[in-house]
């Protein structure tokens, strides 16, 4: 992970200027920041997203992820910043393997937050500022971005994106628990070094489901997450998250998480009115719709109609159990984590 001398990625003149610009507010925060970029089938856009991190970020991880298009060779060859550290992988991890292991790579180098963009050119490095300002300031854990902030943003957006991702969004609210934030596959993300120190990396998902799987391990510590308001870039690049093929593999693993989170929160390391709630709603709820569709069953096959009584037995364990549930949904919402825990740690 040695940087590779050749020929320049930037504008020497105005990377200089930029420094210059900046080097007074550098010494104040004191630092290290590291940007992490996972590597496949980008060779077409990486040169240009190296050119454009400017001066604010220590450190640049590019992991080529196996990539069959060799990025490693092409920084090597087009990229001179001595920023830049190519990581190789052997055999493809994935998009969160490769993050990861730039993760590790991003620690061993002391980073205070470490920042990971795609190199398909859709982020634009001149955001790398609002993400890690609210990790410096200790407002927030962990930054990640939102393109569904700009209304006008979203015609720009190919539809099957635009649905897909407001499925998954969804899904993602319940299974990790906050739900405040959108658009969770979203790379563009920050993350304090303290948070990642504590991050159980060999239980995360490796895939495509890492931002998600992230998050669920974020809210089991309690960590901040702000969505910060970006633009995507859509271009000529071609997206390797296809919604259709991993709807029902995220929908399983979203439930997966979900079932662990309830456990987690309200029975393992807490138990409180909400833990009743649960229990009790579910349980009502599932007595009535099962004894309200044996009842209805029975006087569809017997031509005999269902008494008032019969109904309200059906009705009335159903109707409160659905409000225990929502009174346990409306404390899971208020109990989103709120302020960060660096100054904890």
Known sequence: MQPHPSVSCDDTETRRLLEFSTNSEKSRENRQIAVVIPCYRVTQYILDVLSRIGPEVDLVFVVDDKCPENTKDLVRQKCSDPRVHIIEVPQNLGVGGATMLGYRAAMEKNADVIITIDGDGQMDPALIGKFITPILKGAADYTKGNRFYFLENLQHMPRIR????????????????????????NGYTAISGKIVALLPMDKISKRYFFESDLLFRLNTLQAMVVDIPMKAIYASEESNLYIRR???EFLAKHSRNYLKRLFYSYFLRNFSVASLEL????????????????????????????TSGQVMLAALPSIFGFQLLLSFLSYDINSTPRSSIQSRL
């Open 162 to 185: 635009l649905l897909g991702n407001a499925v998954l969004s969804l899904m993602s609210k319940l299974s990790t628990g906050y739900w405040h934030i959108f658009d969770p596959t």
């Open 246 to 248: 991993i709807l029902f």
């Open 279 to 306: 229990v009790a709603g579910v349980i009502l709820l599932a007595l009535g719709v099962i004894y309200g569709s044996v009842r209805w069953l029975q006087s569809i096959i017997y031509g005999v109609p269902a």
